[in-house]
């Protein structure tokens, strides 16, 4: 007898759930209830992700399921929020178990490892397989991270790599279309790098809380196309130094320093951190930062506004002209 949709969603979406003492009422009604705790905000993100726009039919449905999870808990990290509940609504051509088992382990994986609770959501049929993620944390008032927050001498620093989820895309795209049949070391772990990145919570949490910045956004747009959300909502300018953009080795070894910083500058699905730090917070990063053990770098700073050019680039001090435009995915 087959499953009914309430049967799928109690083995696939129920069971694993981690308990909160903040969820009063979990799946099953038609409401979550939740509880919100005096003096904090409520952040609220939303993501979809559509077959064929967002990811290739092949994708493991395990890294699907961990990547929709991912790339919200990203939005919260940028704003400071602890993560705390999430909803889910799935579309999907057929009931399909072993997929669904496979997708809700890598929503889980990563779910139970920050204590976040699956409150609720819906499951629907549709000719293309779609996921849409609403997320929600916890911020501390008036500590939020915003973009709107850049000041003039702040400091301009990003966590992690850039543009290994670029690089990994391409890879996957030549794979899905035949163009390679197999991949070496430094290729698997970019293409992990897209399917896995990391949401860098617990330091977009340590911003906040110690109030080491009050700028940030997660890069899921590239460099510049998000650094530029920064500047035009605080009405400022940048210089950035391509010297001091951190690139991996796998992206160096593969395509050489000069092509991985323009992966860097215009590659999208990293999922690390943007941030601003004033200059009298610059020496407290360590110190706060350290115990994180998250990579950060400093790779330029905050200006007045420059009607003529947003971003100024430089090498070793030396204006360098760049034309560079954010990727956009399948357009």
Known sequence: MAKTEFDLIDTFFTQQQVQRADVNLNIGDDCALTSVLSGKFLATTTDTMVENSHFYPNIDPRDLGYKAIATNLSDLA??????????????????????????????????????????????????VPSITITAQGFVEKNTALRRDQAKVGDWIYVSGTLGDGLA???????????????????????????????????????????????????????LVGDLGHILQRSGVSAVLNLQDLPCSAALVNL??????????????????????????????LDQYLAPLKVPYTCIGRIVEKNPQQNIIYQRQGKMVDLQISSFEHFK
């Not at 999907?92 to 609720?120: C, R, T, Y």
């Not at 395509?255 to 407290?284: I, M, S, W």
């Open 255 to 284: 395509y050489g320093r000069q092509q991985a910083e323009q992966f860097a500058l215009q590659g999208g699905e990293d999922y690390e951190l943007c941030f601003t730090v004033p200059n009298h917070k610059k020496a407290l």
């Open 78 to 127: 940028a704003m400071g929020a602890e993560p705390a509940w999430v909803s889910l609504a799935l579309t999907l051509p057929k009931s399909d178990e072993n997929w669904l088992h496979a997708f809700s382990q890598g929503m889980f994986e990563l779910l139970n490892e920050h204590h976040v609770a699956l409150i609720g959501g819906d499951t629907t049929s549709g000719t």
């Open 168 to 222: 990994g895309f391409y890879l996957i795209s030549d794979l899905y279309q035949g163009k390679k049949s197999a991949v070496n070391f430094d290729e698997e772990w970019l293409i992990q790098r897209n399917f896995r990145p990391t949401p860098r919570i617990s330091l977009g949490i340590t911003l906040a809380k110690y109030q080491l910045s009050h700028c940030a956004l997660d890069l899921s747009d590239g």
